[in-house]
């Protein structure tokens, strides 16, 4: 084995390089000039091992990979190559939606199509290893963040994180990258939606609701995994041996490569759980994580720390060989340049075929929050106006964009141009900063909408107001916003809002007002045409809600699978209060849309709920079952959802689960039965002692179209 012979000719300080991860733009000059005076000088790396360093990241196209790699190989003396890191979150150069608008697909081979799209468009540009999938669980919109996860549900994260994996990785041939799943672990529950910020919670949520995501993608068999910034029980993660060495590499076997964050390990300082660097590397090394990106303390202290005899050289062997590793399975010591291709990447990055899937995931993406018969337009109208701060901008590809680039994104304005021609017309309305207070370009937008015949109002976030850091405290659309619709309304009642946003919005407002609603997301590269096609008919909408929406910050964290407390208000939707309940004085508990939620064009209707019997015993299969109907006017797509309530249980139970989903599509009048197999491993959670056990006792079922249907039958595992 390459990796193996490879590493017993290393010295233990190429050994210590080979777990340092740099920029690429490190060695990018063949005079070394960045060397001295770039990343590595600001981090005091000994010069004469700077080419025994393991991993880079940041790595923007072929030509790029091409270089630094020649540089890297010319002067490094044992010409071990390194692997080339990028952030590849919703596509590499052709952008998908972000990652909560494709969850909301509910399509696993969706998430499978355009991670492998991704993966091959990154591979042709050097890239080995995408950062992704992120896989936190989320129940805080304010964290940016949000925007690149699957949601707030276990089980949905877990179906998107394998089927991701998958796609990025396939049989590790030569358009596959290996996959990073990350963070591990709870990132998304950082207290007050606060990037970076503090997490805490009891072992059992982490758990029934953190864990079970980042355990899917190992069982898929990710390649590589990354710790997160924050703190697991009082212990950042970078250097939690209990989460990472006793959880991740014990419990589930996991044996690939561990990757800090970006100066994760230096920043457990900052935590107050190390005094100092030297701490640093100590910790890290004892929990088994291998890989230290774009900090020192490895090649500053662990030479020393094995001269105390606090590390072993076998520790550092076990990591240097787990990179080794993967770098034999990509095939970098027979071909260092493995995929990239200048040539093939200017033919197949943003090419008609990566656009058309790029294009269909926006349309399943897409969710119809409203409609009062105003959607679809007619394609033969006369006139049609497009209004609004995020009507003809390509800044609507979503953040964390890698390689993509604003001017190669379809703008709705374009997208509706496309199908209307010069019936189309344009104003921008107002400005798209939250903090604008910019009037001035109402009344032209105004008067515009007043000679249409429709009006579409594209409103929401800048793309750059969600992402890594970007977190808010107020999360409703801008006040100039509601003033440019209110206006707008006054003239033309004709007007459907496509709402562009990185996360879940505050907008009762909005909802109350507005007489169609259609969310896209942010939503890649072809977003405007994806919104056209949806707004005209030629797509019918299909995606529901994997965050809740509140109606108000206040309500915030709010999620479908909470727990009832010992006085529980049973009418959530009800505005009127009731003292001495858990509820509030101004406002309902329920949310504005419930998970799973999202509409359509055409009406589905749900009869026949069946059981197949109504007691369940050790290790049997129970099959639950539902007839769907299309009622309406358009051929199109349902997400038929189960769930599962467990109630009552040694600790308490949520009041319900999502448990299985199934997509299907019907034509007008045609009737489909659905079945979902509920088996005992369905039922499991970690009970009040830690333990993964089925508990005997009712279990309700549910069938419908979201997170609020309604019991309609039980049974008793016995």
Not at 455 to 478: F, K, M
Not at 482 to 505: H, M, Q, S, W
Request: hydrophobic content about 40%.
């Amino acid at each position: 084995m390459k990796a193996q012979q490879i590493l017993s000719k290393m010295t233990l300080d190429e050994k210590i390089y080979h777990l340092v991860q740099m920029t690429t733009m490190t060695y990018l000059k063949a005079d070394g000039t960045d060397i001295v005076t770039g990343p590595s000088s600001t981090m005091q790396l000994d010069k004469e091992y700077i080419y025994d360093v393991g991993t880079l990241l940041n790595l923007v196209g072929a030509q790029t990979m091409i270089d630094a790699q020649t540089n890297f190989l010319n002067h490094s003396k044992r010409k071990i190559p390194p692997i080339f890191m990028q952030d590849v979150i919703h596509g590499h150069r052709t952008l998908y939606p972000i990652n909560l608008g494709v969850a909301a697909s509910f399509d696993r081979q969706l998430a499978h199509d355009v991670a492998k799209m991704a993966a091959k468009e990154a591979s042709l540009d050097g890239v080995s290893v995408a950062f992704a999938p992120m896989v936190d669980l989320v129940r805080d919109p304010r964290w940016g963040r949000v925007m690149e996860s699957s949601g707030e549900d276990p089980y949905l994260n877990s179906e998107m994180a394998a089927a991701t994996v998958k796609g990025f990785q396939g049989d590790m041939g030569k358009y596959n990258v290996a996959a990073c799943v990350k963070h591990f672990a709870a990132y998304g529950g950082a207290e007050a939606g606060r990037d970076y910020n503090t997490v805490d919670m009891s072992e059992r949520t982490l758990r029934e609701y953190y864990l079970p995501s980042y355990k899917a993608a190992v069982d898929a068999g990710v390649k590589m995994l990354m710790t997160a910034f924050n703190i697991v029980d009082g212990v950042p993660c970078s250097g939690n041996k209990w989460l990472v060495n006793d959880v991740l590499r014990g419990e589930w076997g996991f044996d690939g490569v561990v990757i800090s964050d970006y100066s994760a390990f230096e920043e457990m300082r900052n935590h107050g759980y190390c005094a100092d660097r030297k701490e640093c590397a100590y910790r890290a090394m004892e929990a088994s994580a291998d890989i230290e990106m774009m900090s020192p303390c490895y090649a500053h202290h662990l030479k020393e720390l094995v001269e105390e005899g606090k590390i072993t050289v076998e520790q550092i062997d076990k990591a240097v060989l787990r990179v080794l590793k993967l770098k034999e399975e990509l095939g970098v010591f027979d071909n260092p340049y493995r995929s990239v291709d200048v040539e093939e990447a200017k033919r197949v990055q943003v090419g008609p075929e990566h656009r058309a899937i790029a294009r269909y995931a926006a349309e399943q993406s897409a969710v119809l929050l409203k409609n009062d018969g105003i959607l679809p337009l007619s394609k033969d109208i006369k006139s049609v106006a497009v209004i609004g701060p995020n009507a003809d901008t390509g800044a609507i590809h979503g953040s964390w964009f890698c390689g993509g680039k604003i001017e190669e994104t379809i703008t709705v304005l374009e997208g509706v141009k496309n199908i209307v021609g010069d019936r189309a017309f344009y104003a921008k309305g107002c400005n798209i900063e939250y903090d604008s207070t910019d009037e001035s370009m109402i009344d032209e937008a105004v008067e515009l909408a007043s000679k249409v015949d429709a009006v579409i109002l594209c409103l929401g976030e800048h793309q750059d107001y969600s992402g890594e850091g970007n977190c808010r405290t107020n999360i409703e659309i801008p006040a100039v916003q509601y003033k440019l619709l209110d206006k707008i309304l006054e003239v033309n009642k004709n007007t459907a809002v496509a709402l562009f946003t990185g996360r879940p919005l505050a907008i009762w407002e909005l909802d109350k007002k507005a007489p169609a609603i259609l969310n896209m997301w942010m939503p890649g590269t072809e977003g405007g045409n994806a919104c056209a096609n949806l707004i005209f008919g030629n797509a019918v909408p299909s995606g529901k809600i994997t965050m809740t929406f509140p109606r108000v910050l206040g309500q915030v964290p709010i999620y479908y699978n909470a727990y009832r407390t010992g006085r529980p208000k049973l009418e959530e939707d009800d505005f009127n209060r009731v003292r001495f309940t858990s509820s509030y004085l101004d406002m309902p508990n329920s949310p504005l849309y419930p998970f799973g939620y999202g509409l359509s064009y055409t009406e589905f209707e749900y009869s026949d709920f069946k059981l197949s019997q109504d007691t369940m015993n050790r290790g049997d299969t129970l099959v639950a079952s539902v007839k769907v109907k299309n009622v309406g006017k358009y051929k199109a797509k349902e997400i038929v959802q189960l769930y599962i309530h467990d109630v009552v249980g040694s600790a308490v139970r949520p009041m319900k689960e999502l448990k299985g989903f199934h997509k299907i599509e019907l034509d007008v009048g045609e009737e489909k039965t659905v079945e979902f197999k509920i088996t005992e491993e369905m039922l499991k959670y970690w009970n009040k002692e830690i333990k993964f056990v089925a508990e005997s006792g009712k279990f309700e079922v549910f069938i419908g179209k979201d997170s609020t249907c309604k019991p309609y039958a039980s049974f008793e595992l016995i």
